[in-house]
């Protein structure tokens, strides 16, 4: 799937608040508008694209943060991804995009 084709209601008219570049990818950060949140579900707004723009892989949201909830900020570290949503320090495999581990941070 290309990323234009990849639909959140609460994409922020597209935009990619932090590109990170990992080997030949690149993982974006959607910026999310907080007014078109769901109620009952996270927002997947992590992901990670080759060159042509193509979606690699897609990060699920930490446990206990599936409701209302998306990640705000994302680094590298150690060549790991470390994304922070709400509560919760997910660790990423920046080539696989499955949570490494998590951490309870409030």
Known sequence: MKLTEYKIDAWDNQAILETLRFESYLILLLKIDETKLPIK???KNLLAVDLNYNIKWIANLPKGEEIYAYYDEIK???D???A???SHLAIIDPLSGDIV???FIK
């Open 41 to 43: 579900e996270g927002i």
């Open 76 to 78: 590298m570290k150690d």
């Open 80 to 82: 790991k991804l470390q």
């Open 84 to 86: 922070l949503c709400n």
């Open 101 to 103: 581990s998590e951490q």
